[in-house]
């Protein structure tokens, strides 16, 4: 079946630090790929989606792009800041309007 | 920006009772909604799939008369936890697909029930 595998947490970084969770995905077909962010006691927010092989989806500093012959769809930004605390998931969706299967999150703490 | 209303944020309730909870799409119909269950510092595990005016079609290993699921109207989906007990103290969360985004999945604020 489609699964989601993302690097283990906590993730603990320095302000203005470089950032990568890692995310692989097992799926048949074309997926949809996506990154969702949530903060303490709250649901879920959209970060960024790539819908194809190649897409590069990018918000707010932070990028992801697909790739298909890795199976892989990891997380970066450039500078992180103490606002960008938060847990981490990364999603797919096998087609338009499915169900979302999740990876298991990845809580980031940055320090000043 | 599409909006997912979830009620209420948080409940506790006794052991045996039920509770309901709400999520309302605010300025889009939803004709599918999604209830999810975390666990503290855990994934989120899909429970159901609600589709207005039909039944849910429920994952595995989840008790579907234990958690009710109606989808009433395009706007509004319920889940009832019923007989609740200890162990069904959890964050739900709902989330429903908006329709003129591509893939646009809009999650609710979620629920935390604690069970006493």
């Known amino acids: 079946g489609n699964s989601v595998t993302q690097m283990e947490g906590p993730v603990t970084l320095s302000e203005e630090a470089f950032l990568t969770i890692n995310c692989t995905y097992t799926?048949?077909?074309?997926?949809?790929l996506f990154w969702y962010v949530q903060y303490p006691g709250e649901g879920l927010q959209l970060l960024l989606k790539a819908t194809k092989a190649d897409d590069k989806g990018s918000n707010k500093g932070f990028e992801a792009t697909y790739r298909k012959e890795t199976t892989s769809f990891h997380l970066e930004k450039g500078s992180v800041q103490v606002s960008d605390s938060a847990v981490y998931f990364c999603a797919l969706s096998a087609a338009e309007g499915g169900k979302l299967i999740f990876g298991q999150g990845t809580e980031l703490s940055v320090k000043p | 920006g599409a909006v997912v209303s979830q009620h209420p944020s948080w409940v506790i309730c006794k052991s045996g009772t039920s509770v309901k909870i709400e999520c309302r799409s605010l300025d889009f119909q939803a004709t599918t909604m999604f209830w999810y269950r975390q666990f503290p510092k855990q994934s989120l595990m899909l429970m159901a799939t609600?589709?207005?005016?039909?039944?849910?079609?429920?994952e595995q290993g989840v008790e579907k008369d234990k958690f009710l699921i109606n989808h009433a109207s395009l706007t509004l989906s319920t889940l009832t936890v019923t007989s609740a007990h200890p162990e069904d103290s959890s964050f739900y969360i709902c989330s429903a697909i908006n329709p003129a985004g591509s893939y646009g999945y809009t999650f609710g604020s979620g629920t935390r029930l604690t069970v006493v």
């Open positions: 609600s589709n207005e005016g039909s039944k849910a079609t429920y």
């Open positions: 799926a048949t077909g074309y997926p949809s």
